[in-house]
């Protein structure tokens, strides 16, 4: 039997591609913040989880706040929304439903279309823990945004399936070994809720912890 308790978040994927060292404060050092942008996010999120679980529309079930995990790659966590499309062809059966469902991933997203393909890296991933739960293939999903109000289709190419595995492989190094990579100032770095944590601003800043641990030092002195 798998144990699954040490398994990496998914939702951490996004993070790693945005900022490999913020992904590491957070999921590594165990730091946070809140800031506005991050709270809207939550809050978009908790409205689509917070639905029933499940909706049928003729042929379509709705199925919100799925709980998904691949062993194989160490990583779990919950999709917004899959979409089991009756298809007695091309479906496979699912768990407590009559016929055969083919699945489409849908993840719901606060803002406008990310540049750095992270949104597409986290669907991409959920697919592929559906695909290795199901024994199945799905070659396609979509990011809604909820500041344009509308879908944007992806298809997982083999290309990025494989990218997608390459990061989670380093990300499970990293936090075996409590590793965090040294900062790389970028424009993003403004609105980066870690970024007093972080300190990009500071030369050849070590861990984020042994920074904080130094500051309470010295207020204590």
Known sequence: MN???????????????????????????????ENALTLDGHYMHERVHDAAASEKRGGLILARGMAVQSHQLRISGVCDLVELIEDDVHGVPIHGRSGAYRLYPVEYKRGRPDASGADEWQLCAQAMCLEEMLCTEIPEGALYYGELRRRKSVVFTRQMKEGVAAAVSEMNAWLERRYTPRVKPKKACANCSLHEICQPNLPCVAAASEYVRKALWEDDA
């Open 3 to 33: 144990d699954d308790s040490d398994y990496l978040m998914l939702s951490g994927i996004k993070q790693y591609c945005f900022c490999k060292r913020r992904w590491a404060l957070i999921y590594v050092e165990q730091q946070w913040q």
